[in-house]
């Protein structure tokens, strides 16, 4: 029997995926990942979609959840309150979910420099818990409220809910909702811009656990693409972005973006 260095068993294909991603991201002036719930699932944040997706056992969220919200904050205000205990199990999931390797290794990147970026589809904060700075959350973060008006966005831990629906401290005029972006909702037009223009600066973009169907979102690397960039994706199952992508590592983020940063710091 012969010892094996512990790359030796992740098979040669996917060893090489990791040295090219390795190599394409310090050539790249900037780097960004956009992130989807792949991530998160590795953390044990369940998923919406699929067989034991939340919206499978709790049927489908109402489509017009924002017109609803629109028509009457009030009652809004209040049914969520209520609504808390219905979705008790999501709750908990996301209470005690924390970073995954994943996670750590994007942050590790944003500290040597090489990751610019990183715009995630989730809204656990996980990527804040992991000590991530630059991250735009297209969809809102659970941890918080926002401004319908002036996108202004707070902590929602310590936020004064005694008058509903509660009016924004600062621009005096808006009504201050979840942070989390609802069906039917827009895209906050601050992280749209700033996705943007990420997306134009971007020469190399991460594709972890997405697979960027959805608008905008699946917007931004066909954007790169177009521009002369590339796309790495990880992802351990194909995508549609898939064939755009220059190297495709076929593994779960936790595994496989450790080594990455693995062979930068000693490159
Ligand atoms: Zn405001």
């Given at each position: ?14 060893e ?40 499978t ?15 009457d ?6 049914l ?24 750590f ?6 500290e ?36 319908v ?6 902590p ?15 621009c ?55 521009s ?14 898939t ?13 496989t ?11």
């Amino acid at each position: 029997m012969t010892l094996r260095e512990p790359e030796g068993e992740l098979g040669e294909a996917l060893e090489r995926a990791i040295d090219e991603a390795a190599r394409l991201i310090g050539a790249s002036r900037h780097v960004v990942a956009l992130v989807g719930a792949g991530l998160s699932a590795e953390s044990g944040v369940p998923t919406f979609r699929g067989p034991e997706g939340l919206w499978t056992k709790h049927r489908e969220p109402d489509l017009r959840d924002y017109e609803r919200f629109v028509e009457d904050p009030k009652r809004w205000w209040e049914l969520r309150q209520e609504r808390a205990s219905r979705f008790a199990e999501l709750a908990q999931a996301l209470e005690t979910a924390v970073p995954n390797p994943g996670h750590f290794a994007l942050r590790d990147l944003e500290e040597m420099g090489r990751l610019q970026h990183i715009i995630t589809q989730n809204i656990d904060n996980l990527h804040q818990i992991a000590g991530s700075q630059a991250v735009t959350e297209i969809h809102g973060n659970r941890t918080k409220l926002r401004c319908v008006v002036c996108n202004h966005r707070w902590p929602l831990e310590g936020f004064p809910l005694d008058e509903l629906p509660p009016k924004c401290p600062d621009c005096k005029s808006g009504i201050v909702k979840g942070d989390t972006v609802m069906f039917g909702e827009p895209i906050p037009r601050d992280a749209l811009d700033e996705c943007i223009s990420q997306s134009r600066m971007c020469d190399c973009m991460l594709l972890i656990g997405t697979s960027a169907v959805v608008y905008p979102a699946a917007g931004f690397p066909v954007d790169v693409k177009s521009s002369g960039g590339t796309l790495i994706e990880v992802n351990p199952t194909p995508t549609p972005l898939t064939e755009l992508c220059e190297v495709v590592i076929r593994a779960p983020a936790g595994e496989t973006l450790p080594l990455v940063v693995q062979k930068l710091r000693a490159s």
